[in-house]
């Protein structure tokens, strides 16, 4: 169905100073030879991004070595002017030169990846002020109700039969999983984090809880089938959302979860259980004391809230070009704004759990089976797209690896609950992981 | 040892307006009649504080009912300067009347202070500025190296054989124990405690631990007689050390186990594991990066840190009267506070567990084996320091029933590493609690 739905992407680049994207192709072989001074931008680019191991390969083939130790992977540049869009504006170019092919890579991409973001996580305490100005990413795009319509269509109205190309089947996830053993499939983890998120909200039967952002309803679906709760799931994509409506009719669970196409502001009720699982990056950190104060009137005196997030050790903006291309809007909240979150709701933070190298092999899992439909893909849509999308897989494994992202999910209540689980015993008091599968 | 040198305690009341302490104790029957003003005034007070279940008994005999509903408790109020005081500075005076005797109470001591909590902490929200300001605490006293030094001194230096009258008889734990059962002994949780913080360590034979503010030094014995881990505990209570030093000699692991009698910030070298269970109360905000940095350094780069401490679901200064009169310079972080901590030193938060349930229950336990041996506590001081000590105990059981208090234990690591636990299943493998005790 979503098929040739796809470019609403924004491949111009009116924004932005580098027009890397309106240049034609040029054949590198038809290009003119490197100057002296390019090849002297070169090494003080290598050198500012802390000296990877990597080896340029110039437009004539020429080959520049790193100047530290032997080179782990070749970075081709296919044209000069490709050199002066990286020098400019790295954060963004990369991305577009490499998902326009005018820059490749020999190596394995989210090794590249890892290797680059933790040399330039140490190398950029020491980079000047203006440097890091030029170089820094932008505030993310506004989050208002009509803006985030269009944020949240632009990156999950992409086609359902995209997403099924590479999610899991099990439950069409597209979050963190929940590997209990490291040997676990796709599937296995993916339904272990639904069920480690219900035992977190400690559900019984009867019990009433509101989703913010459901994705293809697959936490919904497992809640009702397996603790037999009344689910009012909130989403904005509507693409995910029909995909949702149909799967909880097939299962026969439409008599316990109610999808409700409309914007989390609006939610209404009060519940057992607030969950959101892959929301708050889209949120918006200018959101999140409307969030708080969301979540404060929607639970009930003894409810829990599970906040479920990519974030950050410490604030830090989200890479330009993946806010530019892949997720409009997003912004991972650092530990601190979280908590920022639960003491504007006057909440008591109850249990915090990092995931962060779950994500890493979710993403890995999500690349294997990406790759084996990448003809496909771009069958559907163009190479671009598939570059493109190869592209932010490895390198949100390797942000992941890297530890410049983090998965936490937070378990929350209000602060004069005493109805509280004794210990967090229960949440493993036998495998989450079901068997089979 | 400790008989005699407890009055250190600055009972003298020169830094306030209410002059509580140096009132002549008069005989109620010969204190005059009340006036309607003072009448007036005590339902004023209790408006203002929420109306809670309690009905006033004055010096006269007099009794005031409460506007709504049936006293659950009676307060009594010994002499008419009592009521001055109260009004004035009702969180210093409360505790000061009390131990004085000048304010009685009939009825369950903890469950008054909760019901006063809860109710003052809806109230306050409706509070003129003018009363907010009249009635707020105080910032904590300073926390330099020489304040820090007295500010222990005062309480942890009270007498060993104080503490043992009323902690628990294994490894004197004057932090909240952990309760895998509700029924466990008081024992039996501390032991479990020492247990959950080591395999939050994820502690293995050879490692070092630094431990920064040591107690009597249960945990680093019980680490090195259970782990077989190296210890360097710091500690600046000097009646402690003592301690400290002679059980883990009479138990044969002072080859393990180094107690340094020096500051948390002279800590030097590089560990496995950083550890400090109920120091960072008495650390003062304006020292947490200073800690912060600390831990940085201090921690191999695989190494894994645990902060235990009382804390907050929001910033607020402690009770006036428990700075001033029990423990001087404290101040729990709130939460965020206490991520602040971790993102200055750009850390990677694994593991946040509240436990606040755990430490009402704790301080339950000991007000059991404290008011048991009530008699000797008077005689090694004063019926002043029984009655102070009971308020605090009392109110610290209603402060984290009430949810004003919280008991956080963190986790947390270097941004970049990756040799993490998989997940927290470990922790919970086989039970923590010892049999028998």
Redesign the interface.
């Known amino acids: 169905m979503a098929q040739g739905t796809a470019p609403k992407t924004d491949y111009s680049d009116s924004n932005t100073k580098a027009h890397v994207l309106s240049l034609p192709l040029e054949n590198s072989q038809a290009d003119r030879e490197p100057h002296s001074y390019e090849r002297w931008l070169i090494a003080k680019l290598m050198r500012m991004a802390g000296s990877p191991a990597i080896r340029f390969q110039l437009w004539n083939g020429e080959v520049i070595e790193p100047e530290q130790g032997p080179a782990r992977f070749t970075l081709h540049l296919k044209d000069h002017k490709a050199l002066y869009s990286l020098v400019a504006n790295p954060n963004l170019a990369f991305g577009d030169l490499y998902s326009a092919g005018r820059l490749e890579i020999d190596g394995d991409l989210p090794d590249l990846m890892e290797s680059l973001y ?1 040399s330039v ?1 140490a190398a950029r305490q020491k980079w000047p002020k203006w440097l890091d100005a030029l170089w820094k990413n932008h505030n993310p795009r506004a989050t208002g109700i009509s803006e985030a319509k269009e944020n949240i269509h632009h990156h999950y109205d992409l086609g359902n039969e995209f997403y099924q190309l590479w999610l899991d089947n099990a439950e069409m996830q597209y979050t963190c999983a ?5 040997g676990n499939t796709l599937e296995q983890a993916q339904l272990a984090k639904l069920e480690h998120v219900c035992r977190k909200l400690r559900l019984r039967p009867g019990m009433t809880v509101v989703e913010a952002g459901c994705g293809w309803g697959g936490l919904a679906r497992y809640m009702a089938r397996n603790y037999g709760v009344k689910v009012h799931s909130y989403n904005i994509s509507r693409e995910q959302l029909a995909y949702a409506q149909a799967e909880s009719e097939r299962q026969g669970l439409d008599g316990l979860i109610t999808y409700v196409e409309d914007d989390y502001r609006n939610i209404t009720g009060q519940y057992d259980a607030f969950v959101s699982v892959g929301m708050l990056e889209h949120v918006g950190k200018e959101n999140y004391r409307a969030l708080s104060e969301l979540i404060k009137r929607s639970l009930k005196p003894n409810g829990i809230a599970l906040l479920h997030s990519i974030g950050r ?3 830090m903006l989200m890479n330009a070009w993946i806010e530019k291309r892949i997720f409009p809007g997003a912004y991972p909240p ?3 704004e ?3 979150i ?3 709701g ?9 995931l ?2 779950h994500y890493a092999q979710t993403l890995s899992h999500w690349t294997e089976r990406f790759e084996a439909n990448a003809e496909r893909v771009t069958e559907m849509y163009d190479e671009h797209f598939t570059r493109a999308w190869r592209l932010y897989l490895a390198g949100s494994i390797a942000a992941f ?3 410049s992202l ?1 998965l ?1 999910q937070v378990v929350f209540t209000h ?4 109805q ?1 689980p ?4 229960d ?3 036998f495998p989450a992981t079901p068997e089979g599968n």
Chains 1, 2 share one sequence.
Do not use: K, T, W
């Open positions: 933790r996580h929940y590997y209990e053993h490291p050790n410490r604030p650092s530990i601190g979280f908590m920022e639960c003491e504007h006057d909440f008591s933070v109850l249990d915090v759990e990092n962060r190298l690896r890297a530890g983090q936490f602060g004069d609950n005493n509280l004794q210990s967090r015993q949440l493993y008091a």
